[in-house]
């Protein structure tokens, strides 16, 4: 009896873990997949500034498309250090 709820302890804890792991594994493709499309974005945009004139270069940076509005957002941002490590005195 012990032996049974054992097995059946360790089995949900196993799918709960695989479930865990898959979850993980999708945000992290996912966020890959995000930065990399959204890196591509700017670099079509700043291919296409470069052939624009002067007047209609600094008109689209100032106006920038909804697509380049979503890549820089999508784009990971450096996170701050919660500790700052100075040896320096």
């Not at 792991?21 to 930065?35: C, D, P, Q």
């Not at 100032?62 to 509005?69: D, E, I, R, S, Y």
Request: aromatic letters at 8%; glycine letters at 2%.
């Amino acid at each position: 009896m012990l032996t049974d709820v054992a097995a059946v302890v360790s089995s949900i804890a196993v799918v709960v873990g695989l479930c865990w792991a898959l979850h993980g594994w999708f945000t992290l493709s996912i966020n890959r997949f995000n930065s990399v499309a959204a890196k591509e974005v700017l670099a079509a945009w700043d291919a296409n500034l470069a052939t624009q004139s002067a007047d209609d270069r600094e008109r689209l940076r100032a106006q920038p498309p909804v697509a380049v509005l979503e890549a820089l957002v999508a784009l990971p941002s450096q996170r701050s250090r919660r500790f700052q490590l100075s040896y320096i005195r």
